[in-house]
């Protein structure tokens, strides 16, 4: 960019700063910013989505530069023209699309894009655990029992998390691996109608014929049930393990 852009940064990322951790905020388009992103000098950007990209430092408000990473694209616009009797598309205009980011991290633009955009994914998990396990149900006006009251939600929370990676396909991508979310666990595996029998000295559960997951539901029990101690951890019970 052709000169350093003010910003003030909020109180919360100078507090991020002293701890010693990194964070990456979407900018606002300013007057003066988009100003200077016309007069930046761009490269192609072809691990984004965007056309192109730039960078640079800006001094700010603060006692250390920071690093600027902007995104370019531009969307064009299509219109229905005529030929004759013909209707034809035509394209007007190209809006510019601008993406800015400021940050303290050093990785390439791409990661920055990629780790910001991870926002959302996080915002989803945050709004499970609000409304599925109970986080947002403070109990009490004091600050040590809310404190238990979000170890115990937590808890639940990540023992859902454990019991559908033991639910996984054998040869699944742990990178590929898609999210169930805590009520469709509870729908499939918790409030399951069944009958606990006993006979001839031996014990039962016997499930509905209308139960459609009894053997994906056998399965992980019977995988729960391989769970042992070995060394100084657990053996597996599939292959290939987790790690």
Same mark, same amino acid.
Not at 60 to 74: I, S
Not at 112 to 119: A, I, K, S
């Given at each position: ?30 007057? $003066?910013?988009?100003? &200077? ?15 192109? &990209? ?11 530069? +920071? ?6 694209? &531009? ?7 005529? $030929? ?7 394209? $007007? ?22 780790? +910001? ?26 600050? *040590? ?9 937590? /808890?639940? +929370?990540?023992?859902?998390?454990? /019991? ?21 666990? $509870? ?11 006993? #006979? ?6 016997? +499930?509905? *014929? #209308?139960?459609? &997951? ?30």
């Amino acid at each position: 960019m052709a000169g350093p852009i003010r910003l003030l940064l909020p109180r919360s990322c100078r507090s991020v700063r002293r701890i010693d951790a990194r964070f990456v905020i979407c900018a606002r388009k300013t007057a $003066r910013l988009v100003e &200077e992103l016309r007069q930046a000098q761009w490269k192609p950007s072809p691990k984004t989505d965007a056309d192109v &990209e730039c960078e640079s430092l800006s001094a700010g408000r603060m006692d250390k530069p +920071y690093r600027f990473v902007a995104l370019r694209k &531009e969307k064009a616009t299509r219109r229905t023209g005529s $030929r004759g009797n013909r209707a034809i598309p035509v394209i $007007r205009n190209q809006p510019i699309q601008y993406r800015v980011f400021v940050t303290d991290m050093s990785d390439p633009i791409y990661f920055v894009v990629w780790f +910001y955009g991870q926002r959302g994914g996080a915002e989803n998990l945050i709004k499970e655990a609000n409304n599925d396990a109970g986080l947002a149900a403070h109990p009490s006006n004091r600050f *040590d029992v809310n404190g238990n009251h979000f170890q115990l939600a937590m /808890l639940g +929370y990540n023992l859902n998390c454990w /019991l559908m990676l033991f639910n996984r396909e054998p040869q699944a991508d742990a990178t590929e691996l898609r999210h169930t979310t805590l009520a469709t666990a $509870r729908l499939r595996f918790l409030f399951v109608a069944a009958k606990i029998w006993r #006979h001839a000295g031996r014990t039962g559960v016997s +499930y509905s *014929d #209308h139960y459609e &997951e009894q053997g994906v539901f056998q399965r992980l029990m019977d995988r729960l049930r391989r769970v042992a101690p070995r060394g100084d951890g657990y053996a597996p019970v599939m292959v290939p393990a987790l790690r």
